[in-house]
Every structure is written in C-alpha cells, then in structure tokens.
C-alpha cells in the first residue's frame, strides 16, 4: 500500500537534529512517499526557506499535510511549527506519530504525551525507531 507521509521536525526552532531528520525520513520512505523530504536537508538553516514567503510556505505545508495519509514528527527539538502541524493533522483527523528521543535531556510537551489522539514514542537509537516504525504502519 502505498502511503502518504509527512515528516515533520524543527526548522527555525534550531536543526542540530538535521541528519537525525534525513535518516529518519531515509526509513519512512520504506512506507511510502515523504512529502517533506526537505526537513532533513543539511543545506535547510534555521533561517528556513528564503526563496518564498511565509504565506507560501504555509499554503504549501497545509496542502502536503491534507493530502498525507499521517503525520509523523521528531518532537525532540521544541518547535511551534511542528506543534501546529501536530494539532492541525489531529483535527484533520489523521493518525499522528510524535518520536521523542530520549537521554538529551529535554521533556516531552505534556500537551502531546498527555494527547490520547497522539502516538507518542520514545527511543534512544535508529533501529528503535525502525521497530516504532514498524509497528506503527503495521508492518
């Protein structure tokens, strides 16, 4: 079954977790097509994108999340984008993955670990997230 997937993860919030980001997005596209593909980018700065405005990105970013099948997001790095599209993508209705890295020292947001409608994960290594993965699609 081919799926639509939306990764999300912090851009202007900080992208120490960029490579993180790209290897993740790496295992996702086993399970389908990643819309968002650019979030593990090395070359994207917190800056974010330059080359379009604010409303663009915003368009763009809310077409991609409606036309996802789910979202999962790397919820490590504090980001009130990323919460955004966590709370848009519940009201759409759509099922949501929150991966949450463990040992950096920074807490999950009660507000998405004490949400019934989230998936909250967490993990201390990439073939944790690989068996998250797994189950979450139902592999």
Known sequence: MIRTIYFAGSISGGRGDADL???????????GQVLTEHVGDPQLTSGGETRRSGAEVYRQDMDWLAQADVLVAEVTMPSHGVGYEIASAERMG?????LHRSGTGRRLSAMLGG?????????ASLEEVEAILQRFFGS
Request: with cysteine.
């Open 115 to 123: 949400n019934p409608a989230l998936q909250c994960e967490r993990y």
């Open 21 to 31: 980001y790209r290897q993740i997005i790496r295992l996702l596209s086993e399970y």
């Open 94 to 98: 759509k099922p949501v993955l929150c």
